[in-house]
Every structure is written in C-alpha cells, then in structure tokens.
C-alpha cells in the first residue's frame, strides 16, 4: 500500500463534508437492555437531548455511548450490504470496533466508532503514543479483532463513523492509505468501495 504513515494522521472533522445519513430513534431504544442501569441513565439523557435540552452528559456513560454507537453503525451498516464478521465488546479491550466485509464480499472493513451526545463539537481520533487507526496502532499486537482474524493494516480499507446521538445522523469516511479519510457521500459509494483502489499501491 505505499507509506501510509502520516503524523498525527487525518481528523474526523473532515466527514462533516459527507452525507449524514439519518438514524432511527428505535434503533437506537433497540441497542439498550432496560435492565442495565448504565443504559437506563443513557436512554434519559438521549431523551433529553434529542428533545432540544441541554443536560450535562454523566462520564459514566462515555462507555455506553460509544457501545451504543458501534452497534448502530454495525446496524446501519448491515442495511447496505456489509457483512459483520468481529465487534469489538467489553472493557478492557483495545483495537478496532467492527471487522466488516464490503458489500461485494472481497475486502475487509476495520471500523473506528465514535459517539456523542453533544450537539457541538466532533470527536476526535487518540493521539497517543500511536495515532489511532494509524497502520502501526493497526498491526499492534494487542489489537483484538486485527490480531485474531490474522489481519494486518495492509489487508484492510479503514472505516471511520460518527454517530450523534444529538442530531440522530451518522457520517462516515474511508480511506486507503491511512494519511487521509474519504466522506461518504451517498450510498452507492459504499455498496461499492472499487473507487478506492487508486489510493492503495
């Protein structure tokens, strides 16, 4: 694939540039279990901001947040024909949060999922000590999901999605090369990934 290592690598403010595909609220209430109180206290603050409040957001949903999120892009991505085959779950655990299969079945998708609750601001990608979704944070050792199917950086597009819980869409990006995310314009740019091929080499 060439040099994909590109500093502190692309910013996941770039896929306000794409479509944002909207999100049902029902998907949502369908990812949260009633008898965990973390997801009740999520649901009430959803509710709340969805209906135009502004409450302060408890940290000790930040987990939730983010695993309600990868699960509603594992759905919303499903509807367009990708095929889900590793999700990222429990705490603890490091790497990529879905393993996807494009809708044509030959290339694998490693998904990055971010969630929030606020209606401004965006999230951001972890600039540790290895840039997140960079290749080297891809190949690391610990990286569950990568290292179980025996994957590597080079065998993988990269899938970057943000999911606002506050405006209920969904944006999302590409890449190939790993120095830039590509925004989702419209469907048919995911139901065939082809024209990303001029980027990998």
């Given at each position: 694939m060439g040099n994909r290592r590109a500093g502190n690598g692309p910013r996941l403010s770039v896929l306000r540039a794409?479509?944002?595909?909207?999100?049902?609220?029902a998907t949502v209430a369908g990812c949260l279990d009633p008898c965990v109180e973390e997801d009740l206290l999520f649901q009430d603050t959803w509710t709340r901001v969805?209906?135009?409040?502004?409450p302060q957001v408890p940290a000790r949903i930040a987990p939730v947040t983010g695993h309600v999120a990868e699960s509603v892009a594992a759905i919303l991505l499903a509807g367009i024909g990708f095929h889900l085959f590793w999700h990222l779950t429990g705490p603890g655990r490091h790497g990529v949060d879905l393993l996807m299969l494009d809708p044509a079945g030959g290339t694998a998708?490693?998904?990055?999922?971010?969630?929030t609750l606020r209606r401004r601001g965006f999230p951001r990608l972890s600039r540790r000590d290895v840039s997140q979704m960079s290749p080297d944070w891809l190949d690391r050792h610990d990286g569950t999901g990568m290292s179980e199917w025996g994957l590597a950086a080079q065998d993988v597009l990269g899938g970057f999605v943000v999911v606002s819980f506050a405006q209920?869409?969904?944006?999302?990006?590409?890449?190939?090369?790993?120095a830039s995310i590509k925004p989702i314009r419209d469907e048919e740019q995911l139901r065939d990934l082809s024209w990303l091929g001029h980027d990998r080499g």
């Open positions: 794409g479509h944002p595909f909207p999100i049902d609220p969805i209906a135009g409040q502004a998708v490693a998904w990055e999922v971010k969630g209920m869409v969904m944006w999302v990006g590409v890449t190939a090369d790993y």
